[in-house]
């Protein structure tokens, strides 16, 4: 009788869960609030809102998105500054290397997503 394989499995090993958050390019670039959102919903996530407390993680994770390309800056989509829509304007947070600041939309970008 043949020996059968031995299969090391941790059990507390399981799916990698998917990151809080995206910069979601499967839509493309996006030039209005709305469009952002729908890209947003087109992959079960938010709009993301940016607070002085998340806006260094969200710029790093940015940056270093595969989507972005900095030439000399970019940006992303998002829902708020500091819990301030706008009253449901678009906006953005552009960004280069060293610098960030958000604006009201200018140009097309990718949204930046959140899962809800």
């Known amino acids: 009788m043949a020996e059968q394989?031995?299969?090391?499995?941790?059990?507390?090993e399981g799916p990698t869960p998917?990151?809080?958050?995206k910069v979601v390019t499967a839509a493309g670039k996006v030039s209005t609030r709305a469009a952002a959102i729908a890209a947003c919903r087109a992959e079960?996530?938010?709009?993301?809102?940016v607070t002085p407390?998340?806006?260094e993680t969200l710029l790093a994770l940015v940056r270093a998105s595969p989507g972005?390309?900095?030439n000399p800056f970019d940006g992303v989509t998002i829902a708020?500054?500091?819990g301030d829509s706008v009253a449901g304007v678009g906006m953005q947070m552009l960004f280069t290397k060293q610098f960030s600041m958000?604006?009201?939309v200018l140009?097309?970008?990718y949204p930046l997503c959140a899962l809800p």
């Open 102 to 104: 958000v604006a009201l």
């Open 68 to 70: 972005i390309k900095m």
């Open 5 to 12: 394989p031995h299969c090391n499995v941790d059990a507390t």
């Open 80 to 82: 708020s500054w500091n």
């Open 107 to 109: 140009a097309p970008v």
């Open 53 to 55: 407390a998340n806006k």
């Open 18 to 21: 998917p990151p809080l958050f």
């Open 44 to 49: 079960g996530r938010l709009l993301v809102d």
